[in-house]
Every structure is written in C-alpha cells, then in structure tokens.
C-alpha cells in the first residue's frame, strides 16, 4: 500500500527510520552507511532508503523542511507502514553560546511557534518531549564514541527568517539550545501514535555568531550525529 507521498509497499520500510530535512542527506547515508540497500521511495524526490546496519534493518527517508512536511512523512511511516521509532538527523542554529559549529545537540524537549497541536484540542499546552529510551541510549553511544554532546530544550520554529529579530534572543534567554523546523512536530505525531521518536542535531549555523556551513557541508558532513543514530 502507498500514499500519496510515499510509493513503499508496506513491508519494505524498517520499524526504525532515520529522517533528515534533507533528502540528499538520506541519500548520503544509506549510500556511506547501509548495506543492501533498496530504494522505496522518489515521489516529490523525498529519497527514501532501506539497507542493513551492522546486520539490522533500517530505513533513511528525508522528511522535508518544516513542521507540514515531518507532519506528513512521520504520520504515514507510524500509521500506514508500522514504524515504531522515528530518528530525525537534523541540522540546527545554535542559541546557547557555548554551541560551535558541527556540535551534536539531542533534543530532550522540543518548543514550537507552531500551531500543529491544535489538532489535540487540549485544554491547554502540550510538552512535547523525546522518547526517554532513545534519548538515554543516544546519550551514552555519544559517550562511548567520545562526542560530547548537549542535551536539552530545541524550538521547532515555522519560521527561518523571522521578522521578529527579538525572537531567537527570547528563546536563548528560556535556555533552548538551538532552533531547527521539525522535532516537535514528530515529537506531538509519536506520541499521538504511541511510538518513539528523538531528534539529534548538529549545529550549522549559530544565531549569534557569524560561522556557517556550507549546503554541502549539511548535507554529508554530520557523520558523528548520523552514528550515534544508527548505532542507538
Ligand atoms: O537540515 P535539516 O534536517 O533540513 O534541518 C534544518 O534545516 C532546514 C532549514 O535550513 C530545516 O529543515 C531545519 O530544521
Ligand atoms: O532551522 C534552522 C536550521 C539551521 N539553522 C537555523 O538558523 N535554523
């Protein structure tokens, strides 16, 4: 059975799946890291891929840029495909000032501007937040592997240029780490489904510093983040 967006037949996608923004970063990961690997996915060139990992099926499809769009791939891989744990491998901006580029944050919360949770209707705001088990274990692979990483709050912001120059200090100011434009979008469609979902995130750019990386660099130079998730 396939959707609208996605053209795997049931079956060919893994209960695991690794979800960058980007499509070509899926790409770069099932062709550096998987082994017999089969494409089951090109519709609106949202690549998706599953192989083997040290002998374990997994699955890596992009997930598109912003909360619509992780909204819609996340929902179909839970619902239609029996996914059971979701890994999104982003990149972010850093807010906190100790963040340098290609730092590894992980996602232990994740803040929103969005209006995704109103499809809850809930008597008021919903936390969304990691799942506990794949955040310790991601936190203790990063330990092993000698990455230090940060653990904490991300905003999921609908916006990337934000007319509002006030708004990235604000959220720096709550202690959020970084910003990125999905976790808490997957976060609210995990726990929705009663699945597991973590975002890990490595800095791109930083909000109040002048470094950034290239779009090459994005899409194949995060390679610590994209272990510990696989390795999780
Ligand atoms: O690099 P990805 O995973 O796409 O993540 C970040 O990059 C995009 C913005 O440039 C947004 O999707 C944001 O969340
Ligand atoms: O959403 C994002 C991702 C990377 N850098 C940003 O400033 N925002």
Known sequence: MSTPHNSGEKGEIAKKVLMPGDPLRAKFIAETYLEDVREFNTVRNMLGYTGTYKGREVSV???????PSIGIYSYELFHFYDVEEIIRVGSAGGLAMDLNLKDVVIGMGACTDSSYQRQFNLPGTFAPIADYDLLERAVKKAKDMKVSVKVG?????????????????????????????????????????????????????????????????RETGFTQMMEIALDI
């Not at 499809?61 to 909360?67: A, L, T």
């Not at 970084?178 to 800095?203: D, G």
């Open 153 to 217: 709050n991300l905003v999921s912001s609908d916006v990337f240029y934000n007319a509002d120059e006030t708004v990235n200090k604000r959220w720096q100011k709550m202690g959020v780490l970084a910003v990125e434009m999905e976790a808490a979008a997957l976060y609210m469609n995990a726990a929705w489904a009663k699945k597991k979902a973590l975002c890990i995130a490595s800095i791109s750019d930083h909000l109040f510093k002048e470094d950034a990386l290239t779009s090459q660099e």
């Open 61 to 67: 499809m992009g997930s598109g840029m912003g909360i």
